[in-house]
């Protein structure tokens, strides 16, 4: 069986074909980074300043998380949606940006960069549950209803097949433990 008739059989048609080529592998990717950075910036954590504190932070974030909601809705209402998502791509690189700067800054300083990886935690949740928010929207931006029903199942297998992945890469990428 070839890959025409194999995609037939999930109900892809020929026009969905460029679609499924552009988005599949942006899902895979994004997949590959939301699982790279999950496990990146817990482990992080939980060697830095103590995974005994994780059930703190994850108590802080869910206060967070409805001002996060408010705030992205209060933006959606006030910028068009092409103008939301530059802005957002903006905060996001802005974000990441300040926070590498300021564990340069410590680190340059010498000082304790302790207190900094809740903040860093946080910050860095907040960047992948925005890059999902985007990801999906550009997603179904692209495709009309019909073509999202037929779609939507195989861009999510690319995106687990990038956590897959993501996970097995932080898994080499650990030392081994004795």
């Known amino acids: 069986m070839n890959m025409a008739q ?10 969905d074909r460029r679609k499924l080529r552009l988005m599949t592998p942006v899902f895979l990717i994004c ?4 699982a790279l950075t999950y496990n990146g910036f817990i482990t992080l954590f939980s060697q830095r300043f103590g995974s005994e504190y994780l059930p703190y932070l994850y108590t802080g974030e869910a206060f967070l998380l409805p001002l996060e909601a408010w705030f992205m809705s209060w933006l959606a209402m006030k910028l068009s ?37 809740p903040v860093l935690f946080l910050t860095s949740s907040f960047v992948v549950r925005q890059q999902t928010v985007l990801l999906w929207s550009l997603a179904v931006d692209v495709c009309p209803t019909q073509q999202a029903k037929r779609l939507m199942p195989l861009f999510v297998s690319g995106a687990t097949l990038g956590g897959a992945v993501g996970g097995a890469w932080h898994a080499d990428a650990q030392p081994a433990r004795r």
Do not use: C, N, S
């Open 31 to 34: 997949g590959i980074a939301e």
């Open 81 to 117: 949606k092409p103008a939301l998502m530059k802005t957002m791509y903006a905060v996001m690189t802005a974000i990441l940006l300040a926070d590498a700067g300021v564990l340069a800054a410590l680190k340059l300083a010498d000082l304790d960069a302790r207190w900094f990886y």
């Open 6 to 15: 194999a995609l037939g059989r999930l109900g892809v048609r020929a026009e």
